[in-house]
C-alpha cells in the first residue's frame, strides 16, 4: 500500500470494520457533512456568499484523497485564487464587469469567451505553478458567468476556501490522516 493510499487511526478503523468501499464512504459522509455545515454555518453567520457550488468537489478531494496534491491545502488556497483572478481578468476583458449574469442576460458571445477564458487560464497557470485543483473550474464559471463578480463577492468565495480548508484539514488530521500542513510532496 503506497503512503497516499494508507489509513490511520479513526480512517482505517472505519476500514477495518466495515470494509474498504463502506469504510470509505461513511469518512468520506461523515467528513464532507461536517466540513459543509461548518462553512454553511459561517455563510449564515456572516451573510456572505462563503458557502458556493465548487466546494463539493473541493471537500470531496480532501476527504476521498487527502495525501495527494491536488488535495493540499498550498493546492487549494492557490487554485480558488487563480480561478478567482482569472474569472474577474475574463470579465474585464469581455467588458462584462458590471454586466447582470448570465441567468440574467442568458447566453451571450461575450459570456462564452469569458467562460472558455476563465478555465483555459486558470489550468494553464495552475499546471505553470504545479497547484492543480480541478474545483476550481467550477470557482473561475461561477465569476466569470457573474454569478458572484463583484470584489467583496470574490472576497467571500476565498474566504469560504480558507474556511473549508482549515476544516477539512483539522478533521483528517484528528481522523489521524497526516495531511501535509502546506504541500503535498508532489506539487
Given at each position: 500500500m503506497t503512503a497516499q493510499n494508507e489509513r490511520h487511526r479513526l480512517h482505517g478503523r472505519l476500514v477495518e470494520s466495515l470494509g474498504e468501499r463502506w469504510g470509505e464512504a461513511l469518512y468520506t459522509f461523515?467528513?464532507?457533512l461536517l466540513a459543509i455545515v461548518l462553512s454553511g454555518v459561517a455563510a449564515y453567520a456572516a451573510k456572505q456568499p462563503l458557502l458556493f457550488p465548487s466546494l463539493g468537489p473541493t471537500a470531496l478531494l480532501f476527504f476521498e484523497r487527502p495525501m495527494d496534491a491536488p488535495s493540499s491545502p498550498r493546492n487549494a488556497l492557490i487554485g480558488h485564487a487563480v480561478a478567482i483572478g482569472a474569472g474577474a481578468f475574463s470579465l474585464a476583458v469581455?467588458?462584462?464587469s458590471n454586466d447582470p449574469s448570465i441567468l440574467v442576460e442568458n447566453v451571450?458571445?461575450?459570456r462564452i469567451g469569458a467562460g472558455a477564458l476563465s478555465v483555459?487560464?486558470?489550468?494553464?497557470?495552475?499546471?505553470?505553478l504545479r497547484a492543480s485543483?480541478?474545483?476550481?473550474?467550477?470557482?473561475?464559471?461561477?465569476?466569470s458567468l457573474g454569478f458572484l463578480q463583484t470584489p467583496p463577492e470574490m472576497a467571500a468565495l476565498m474566504v469560504g476556501?480558507?474556511?473549508?480548508?482549515v476544516v477539512g484539514w483539522?478533521?483528517?488530521?484528528?481522523?489521524?490522516?497526516p495531511v501535509p500542513l502546506w504541500s503535498a510532496e508532489k506539487s
Open positions: 461523515a467528513c464532507c469581455f467588458g462584462l451571450t458571445s461575450a483555459a487560464l486558470t489550468g494553464a497557470v495552475l499546471l505553470l485543483h480541478p474545483p476550481t473550474g467550477a470557482t473561475t464559471l461561477i465569476v476556501v480558507v474556511i473549508l480548508t483539522i478533521v483528517n488530521r484528528a481522523a489521524g490522516i
